[in-house]
């Protein structure tokens, strides 16, 4: 029996890419088949994209990517009972295996044998259909976009940003860097009440976009102070929580400096190398907590409910929109113009690109 066949963009090698036939996967006990509406290109593909590898993550077979998604059930395997053909869902990539001592404090994506959507060799979702296990789908609500229902993975990391530093609403925060990441974690902490936030990036069009997005006040760090400027802004009341979310090293140096005593620093993003020195005797004298983040955990329904509830608008980080046909031009521009580009936005119906 011949097996019905859907498009999907395919990996080869660095910079070899293509849109070609692949069967449409079958849902096994457990899983569900959802047909994609949209999905976003992270910076983990164009890394892969460009370099065939993240760390120890290598691609060594031809590979789909893609992991930041929405769209439909159509189809259910046996034993499913939390979504139904028809439900319109969000799809959390990661996968725990549910048993280990991670998954069962709460932590699961920290569990060694999480099968993650796009990370080698399991493929991803730029592709009109993908399965999954249906506990890592959830339901949108009737107002939320598919879109909003693809950007809940990067807001996502925002939102665990949010708890790793505790943040309440009394807290002055300060985003460094504004990528899709720094500009999400931003509506993430207006999400959890913060009224002060303050961004740096040493693009214009990002801290302008910042601005639009809602900050209090943004800094190019190239050309002010940091540590002067956040001074005056703030009165001399300083900043309580620091979402670094560069990876650059300066930037993460600077962290100590910039955050009160007693304060929190939040490290997303990551740096290329491993060792980066920090101002250990001011970490110590100032008691600040300093915290690592990998991915995220229990944010899905968080984030779906706080947005559902709130006048915040994350579909500004959207800046291009392509058909899954155009997948090469939408990564090379992703690549390639950081300077005018935050989010690119897939979809494998070129007719849902055109509403």
């Known amino acids: 029996m011949t097996k019905s066949l859907m498009e999907a963009a395919v990996l080869n090698k660095p910079f070899e890419i293509e849109v070609k036939k692949v069967s449409i996967p079958e849902p096994r006990d457990g899983e569900a088949l959802v047909k994609v ?19 120890r993550y290598v691609v060594e077979q031809s590979i789909i990517l893609g992991h930041e998604l929405a769209g439909d059930v159509v189809k259910v395997g046996k034993g499913v009972t939390n979504v139904s053909p028809g439900d319109r869902v969000a ?9 280990c001592d991670y998954c069962k404090s709460g932590r699961y994506n920290l569990c060694p044998d999480v099968v993650f959507m796009a990370t080698p060799p399991v493929d991803g979702a730029w592709a009109e259909y993908v399965t999954i296990r249906s506990d890592m789908l959830f339901k949108l609500p009737e107002r939320m976009s598919y879109e909003e229902g693809a950007l809940l993975e990067p807001l996502s990391v925002g939102f665990h940003a949010m708890n790793r530093g505790k943040v309440t609403p009394s807290d002055r925060v300060f985003v460094s860097g504004l990528g899709p990441i720094g500009l999400l974690a931003i509506q993430a902490a207006k999400m959890f009440g913060v009224t002060e936030i303050y961004a740096s990036d040493v693009v214009p069009f990002r801290r302008q976009l910042a601005m639009e997005m809602g900050v209090t006040a943004t800094i190019d760090p190239i050309n002010e102070h940091l540590d002067e400027r956040i001074k005056e802004l703030t009165g001399g009341k300083g900043i309580t929580v620091v979402i670094e979310s560069s990876g650059n090293q300066r930037a993460i140096s600077e962290t100590v400096k910039l955050v009160n005593r007693g304060g929190r620093i939040v490290l997303v993003g990551m740096p290329v190398t491993n060792e980066i020195p920090l101002n250990i005797n001011q970490l110590i004298d100032g008691e600040i907590d300093v915290y690592g983040l990998f991915r995220y955990a229990n944010t899905y329904m968080p984030a779906i409910q706080a947005l559902s509830k709130s006048n915040v608008n994350i579909e500004k980080v959207i800046t291009h929109k392509f058909a899954l046909s155009e997948i090469k031009e939408a990564v090379e521009l992703a690549r390639t113009e950081k300077e005018t580009s935050i989010k690119v936005m897939i979809y494998p119906n070129k007719e849902k690109l055109e509403q």
């Not at 976003?40 to 994209?49: E, F, I, P, R």
């Not at 799809?91 to 048993?99: A, I, K, R, S």
């Open 91 to 99: 799809v959390e990539p990661g996968v725990p295996c549910g048993h």
């Open 37 to 55: 509406y949209c999905i976003g290109v992270c910076g983990s593909d164009v890394h892969y994209y460009e370099h065939g590898k993240i760390g």
